[in-house]
């Protein structure tokens, strides 16, 4: 599903830039279940994406809950954050209609789910514990998650008129900008950053 792996530039500020980091995961967490809860609302008529939906922004408000005891353990002083580029672009090129407005959505959320895993990845065995350790047990989670959007959006795809691009068209145009926003240099650093503008 990722046309790019995480630039080695990236890992290497993140790895010194730890703090900033976590507090970006932070965000990103309360993000995750505020995006589910949205989509909840958004299609209250779908009672199988709503209980499903409910579940994961539970537990990404478990992960929150971990990340802020991390940063209590840590000594890290969480602060406000400006949002990066990454989730506004790439959601800017979801359909405006719908069926295809759904599609768009889930398959964005299992894009940026299946970057976290991959970042996790990454990031898991080079990071000291505490953080490189619940950072693996975290990828887990998030390939889950990956997964979850992936069916849900094999689902709205049901419902596409005849003719409509389906997950087969739509997937690689929007793989394809989440792959330049990760390999594009960028001039802020934050979880789902590209790397470090020189």
């Known amino acids: 599903m990722l046309l790019a792996a995480t630039p080695q ?90 069926p295809q407005r759904k599609v768009d959505l889930m398959l964005t959320g299992a894009l940026i789910e299946a970057r976290s895993c991959e970042r996790f990845e990454c990031l898991a065995p080079l990071l000291p514990a505490p953080l490189g350790q619940f950072y693996g047990d975290l990828a887990v989670a998030e390939r889950r998650h990956h997964e979850l959007y992936l069916q849900l959006a094999e689902q709205a795809a049901q419902h596409l008129p005849a003719g409509a691009p389906g997950i087969a068209e739509r997937l690689p145009v929007l793989s394809a900008i989440e792959a330049d926003l990760v390999t594009r240099p960028d001039s802020d650093f934050r979880f789902h950053s590209g790397p470090p503008a020189c």
Not at 16 to 44: G, V
Not at 81 to 87: K, P, T, W
């Open 9 to 98: 530039a990236w890992v290497e500020l993140a790895l010194q830039r730890w703090q900033d980091l976590l507090i970006d995961h932070a965000n990103c967490e309360k993000k995750a279940a505020s995006t589910a809860l949205s989509l909840m609302f958004a299609y209250p008529d779908d009672r199988r994406l709503a209980q499903r939906l409910a579940r994961l922004a539970r537990e990404e408000l478990r992960h929150f809950e971990q990340v802020d005891r991390l940063l209590q353990q840590l000594d890290v002083a969480p602060r406000r954050m400006a949002a990066g580029r990454y989730a506004g672009e790439l959601r800017r090129a979801v359909a405006n209609h719908e």
